[in-house]
């Protein structure tokens, strides 16, 4: 992968690149939305936790394909309140933080999930050889 970046606009505004180009012939993965729904069917409290729990659950996705973190292009996700961005980008910070190319990433705020309890919920597209 290649991150985009051009002179001619202004940098991102948080760990993020403008543009991903990937090469010819990877294979993809794009995994559903997740929510923060442990094993045993709890919640965590918090938009950290939460968002943190979603980048845990797309690992196992992405492990399942023998992908991992630095293979993720893109990353979506969804808040329902403005409140909610800093601790999810705590998250995405942490699950990215060892990665040499940044994916592409939009964020967007939401009036609400299927179940109250919900703050946060985020889906990922990876490509790997």
């Not at 505004?13 to 294979?27: D, F």
């Not at 845990?56 to 973190?69: H, P, S, V």
């Not at 940044?102 to 889906?123: A, D, K, M, N, Q």
Request: with cysteine; hydrophobic share 45%; charged share 20%.
């Amino acid at each position: 992968m290649k991150a985009l970046a051009p002179p001619g606009i202004s940098a991102p505004v948080a760990r993020y690149s403008h543009g991903v180009e990937l090469p010819a012939g990877l294979r993809r993965v794009r995994t559903a939305g997740q929510l923060a729904i442990a094993a045993d069917g709890s919640v965590p409290e918090g938009s950290e936790a939460q968002a943190r729990m979603c980048f845990e659950n797309i690992a196992q996705i992405l492990a399942e394909a023998d992908m991992g973190a630095g293979d993720v292009c893109h990353v979506t996700a969804y808040v329902t309140d403005r409140a909610h961005m800093a601790g999810y980008m705590v998250a995405r910070d942490a699950y990215l933080e060892d990665v040499s190319v940044l994916p592409t990433s939009t964020l967007l705020i939401v009036s609400g999930f299927t179940r109250p309890e919900f703050v946060v919920e985020v889906e990922v597209w990876a490509a790997a050889p």
